[in-house]
């Protein structure tokens, strides 16, 4: 049997984007598809150091949503107006595993969330997820100026929480992300499938419902 197939958790940490909304790569896809832009459009204005920086700094709340959308517009060919709010216009609420981590809190698991903002004014992308309600933490990069996968955005999450890394299962949809969380002693989980997800969390969180 592995370690996380033995081990009893007591935390459970989950990424926004991505895990507890919709699939990223799906909502870039609609994105682009309601824009009218070509397929692949976002990604490459994305992996551009320049998207890179501009998407770094909106994380950490060097710059205001209006500076990213004017950036990254331009690296797009779209206009500005608006932009982020746009491109999250399909990031719906990934109900299931909402579920789950009310089931887990219910249960008596400690429960988080570690998000890499994207500001909130003048577009909110947390309104009416109710996190403060559902979470027992909320961590967003911008309010502590560290941001995934930096180590210290991890420990900031484990602190909130009052838990060890090795007692915690983070949930992300990103590589990097879960291989710097494994090498803090985290569990890692893979979040791509909200069905996916929900299952693997009530199998090591030995919650009913498999």
């Known amino acids: 049997m592995d370690r996380a197939a033995a081990a009893s958790f007591r935390a459970v940490i989950f990424d926004f984007f991505g895990v507890l909304t919709s699939n990223m790569v799906e909502v870039i896809t609609w994105f682009e598809n309601r824009e009218r832009i070509a397929p692949g459009t976002f990604l490459r204005a994305w992996s ?5 920086d501009l998407f770094r700094c909106l994380e950490l709340g060097r710059i205001s949503q209006e500076d990213w959308n004017t950036g990254f517009a331009a690296l797009m060919g779209v206009k500005p107006d608006n932009l982020l709010a746009r491109y999250l216009h399909d990031a719906f609420p990934a109900y299931t595993v909402l579920h789950v981590a009310r089931q887990a809190r219910a249960a008596g698991v400690r429960t988080a969330v570690l998000s890499n903002s994207l500001g909130r004014q003048p577009y909110d992308p947390y309104a009416g997820f109710d996190l403060h309600e559902t979470f027992d933490a909320v961590v967003l990069s911008a309010d502590h100026g ?11 999450a484990l602190d909130h929480l009052g838990v060890s890394a090795e007692e915690c299962l983070f949930v992300d949809d990103s590589e990097e992300n879960l291989v710097a969380a494994q090498r803090l002693g985290f569990t890692p989980v893979l979040g ?11 199998e090591l969180l030995r919650l009913p419902g498999l």
């Open 146 to 156: 560290v941001r995934k996968p930096e180590p210290e955005a991890f420990r900031i």
């Open 192 to 202: 791509l499938d909200e069905d996916v997800v929900a299952r693997r969390l009530r």
């Open 48 to 52: 551009d150091p320049r998207g890179q």
